[in-house]
């Protein structure tokens, strides 16, 4: 017996030595790390929480993200994204030649953390999402006291006629419809110190009267549900000490832009942004917008 305790002890203590040396992977061990900017938005890092997700990069000295929420989806079906978020830094250590860049997708804390130093200004920013409630937040934090422009970017702010051709890859089921297929614009204006977003689907769902015929459902009709009409999705860009800073356009991958501009009402070292998001079926946009709130 003493022989047979022996002889495990021997081998438990084997086991410990030899292991002795080998550390326990971490969470942190494959996070992604960049050390130079994005060429576009192709290059972006993914990053989320809930049922959120944003693309996250920084070209030519600005950070920009999309935003995208499940649910987001207009009147043709089409699963879309909230918009595009771009912030300037000023004094801007990101746009500086000799400046030192550092991009981490920090898994464990659910964050994009992004550095930049140059002729000893050094930034810091995290973004990210909350789990529990549909909000990005930026938070950015300087060597010195900085100012930032934070613009809200939206490409859909004309009513537009899908052609019957690669545009339509979106709304798949319709790729074939010989008719007229017609987006109503995105709403964005600035309100209340920040820029206040949204799509608001026209009352009336043609397309779902369309794909019961299609399917040969119409004696269920009143038994499908209709998840496309009055639905509304959008949100609210804030920040404190922020204020409106006009409007901007531009253009991004061959695709036109108009932006709301907010910025900070005085150089610090510490500012903090929120986009706040929101969807829902409401007959009356008013309700939307006091959920909203």
């Known amino acids: 017996m003493r022989t047979k305790l022996e002889l495990i002890g021997l081998m438990v203590w084997t086991c410990l030595v030899a292991t002795s040396g080998i550390r326990a992977a971490s969470v942190a061990d494959y996070n992604v790390v960049w050390d130079s900017p994005s060429q576009n938005s192709s290059e972006s890092m993914p990053c989320g929480g809930g049922d959120m997700g944003l693309n996250v990069w920084v070209e030519d000295g600005d950070v920009l993200f999309y935003i995208s929420r499940s649910g987001s989806l207009n009147e043709l079906n089409e699963y879309v994204k909230l918009g595009r978020v ?87 089921e319709l790729l ?24 608001r689907n026209p009352a009336d769902n043609w397309l779902r009267g369309l794909q019961i015929k299609q ?22 860009l804030t920040g404190n000490g922020f204020q409106a800073a006009g409007e901007t356009e531009g253009v991004y991958q061959t695709r036109s832009y108009k932006g709301w501009r907010l910025r900070s009402e005085k150089p610090a070292r510490l500012h903090h942004l929120r986009v706040i998001t929101h969807i829902a079926q409401e007959e009356k946009l008013e309700k939307w917008q006091q959920d909203l709130d």
Request: aromatic share 10%.
């Open 86 to 172: 771009r912030l300037r830094l000023d004094p801007n250590p990101f746009g500086m030649k000799d400046a030192t860049f550092r991009q981490e997708l920090a898994l464990r804390e659910g964050c994009v953390q992004i550095r930049g130093s140059a002729s000893g200004h050094d930034v810091s920013l995290r973004v990210w999402v909350e789990v529990h409630r549909p909000v990005v937040h930026v938070e950015v934090e300087s060597g010195q006291e900085i100012n930032v422009t934070a613009t809200y970017e939206n490409w859909r702010m004309t009513e537009e006629i899908l052609p019957n051709d690669t545009r339509r890859h979106a709304c798949f």
């Open 215 to 236: 399917q040969g459902l119409q004696e269920f009709r009143e038994e499908i549900p209709d998840d496309l009409s009055n639905r509304s999705f959008g949100g609210f």
């Open 176 to 199: 074939a419809f010989p008719g007229e297929l017609r987006l109503t614009p995105d709403h964005v204006a600035h309100a209340d110190g920040g820029v206040l977003f949204y799509h």
